[in-house]
Each structure stands twice: as structure tokens, then as C-alpha cells.
């Protein structure tokens, strides 16, 4: 059974950085995608950033492209968001999600059969 299970979550002002880590078990990490996702209060779930099983492609939501890394250590099993210069519209629940293959294909949350339970990010101005 796969688990993810997120850390690194925390309250942080406007401009600052936090880095999320996500830790998979359960499968061959090194055999799957992964990708972030976020949902504010109020809003529906959005795709944040995926990776391929490699980590040679990336992939990133506008909004976040140029302030957020994706990256991910096969040797640790996990997965990384750093996510510089924050902004108070980043505030939302992080989730770590698994995807079934070995690269991400666009279709959102619909392409990961696994979630973690998720971690509070709090962007002040």
C-alpha cells in the first residue's frame, strides 16, 4: 500500500521561502511520476508541479513557474517543492500526490491514484 506523507509546511511572510518534502513507501518510488497540488479554502484542488520518474522533465502551473522547484531524491524516496518569493495567494493545504506512471500527462489530479494527508502552508503580507 502506498503511503506519502508530507512535511515542512508552516506559516511565513510575504517573499520568504519554505521547502516541502514528501515521503513515498510502499512502491518502487524511482518507477512513478509525483506532483503537488494545493486547495485554498474555498476553492477546488489545482496542480502546483509534477516531475517524471527521472526527474528530467518538470512541469509547473503559471502561477508558480520561475518561484517553485520540484525535484526528488529516488534514493530517499521523496519528493521536494522549494518554493521561493511566497505570496499570500499561496496559502493553501499542500498535497503530495503519486501518479501510476512514469510521467506526468496534463490530465490534474485524475492522473494520481495516491495522496498524502496534506500540510498548511500560511503566506502573511
Known amino acids: 500500500q502506498v503511503q506519502l506523507a508530507e512535511s515542512g509546511g508552516g506559516l511565513v511572510q510575504a517573499g520568504g521561502s519554505l521547502r516541502l518534502s514528501c515521503a513515498d513507501s510502499?512502491?518502487?518510488?524511482?518507477?512513478?511520476?509525483m506532483g503537488w497540488f494545493r486547495q485554498a479554502p474555498g476553492k477546488e484542488r489545482e496542480f502546483v508541479a509534477a516531475?517524471?520518474?527521472?526527474?528530467?522533465?518538470?512541469y509547473y502551473a503559471d502561477s508558480v513557474k520561475g518561484r517553485f522547484t520540484i525535484s526528488r531524491g529516488n534514493a530517499k524516496n521523496t519528493v521536494y517543492l522549494q518554493m521561493n518569493s511566497l505570496k499570500p495567494e499561496d496559502t493553501a493545504v499542500y498535497y503530495c500526490?503519486?501518479?501510476?506512471?512514469?510521467?506526468?500527462?496534463?490530465?490534474?489530479?485524475?492522473?494520481?491514484?495516491?495522496w498524502g494527508q496534506g500540510t498548511q502552508v500560511t503566506v502573511s503580507s
Open positions: 516531475i517524471n520518474w527521472s526527474g528530467g522533465r518538470t
Open positions: 500526490a503519486g501518479h501510476g506512471g512514469l510521467d506526468y500527462t496534463g490530465l490534474g489530479p485524475a492522473d494520481f491514484g495516491s
Open positions: 510502499g512502491r518502487t518510488f524511482s518507477n512513478y511520476a
